[in-house]
């Protein structure tokens, strides 16, 4: 479970409202982490890598956006569409 195994971070998105950090990289997957560090889901991988995150203000849900494609998913990391 060590952050982007097989390629480097492209995208990083830190959300103060739940204190919990996204990362989208190479390996085309994305990550969520509390902010000590603590690794809570990895997602299954995209076809192609992650190239942008992001947070929702409020901190429900954040968006991954990965060559064509762009999901929806709530703070725990499962997608919503």
């Known amino acids: 479970g060590q952050p982007e195994e097989g ?8 959300n103060v409202a739940n204190d919990k950090i ?7 997957r ?3 982490f509390d902010s000590s ?3 809570l889901h990895v997602s299954f991988p995209f076809q192609h890598a992650i190239s942008s995150v992001s947070w929702r203000p409020d901190g ?6 990965s060559f064509n494609t762009i999901k929806l998913c709530d703070q725990s990391g499962w997608e919503v569409c």
């Open 60 to 65: 429900s849900h954040f968006v991954v956006g």
């Open 37 to 39: 560090g603590v690794l």
């Open 7 to 14: 390629g480097g971070v492209l995208a990083i998105d830190w």
């Open 30 to 32: 994305y990550r969520i």
């Open 22 to 28: 996204i990362s989208g990289g190479e390996d085309c």
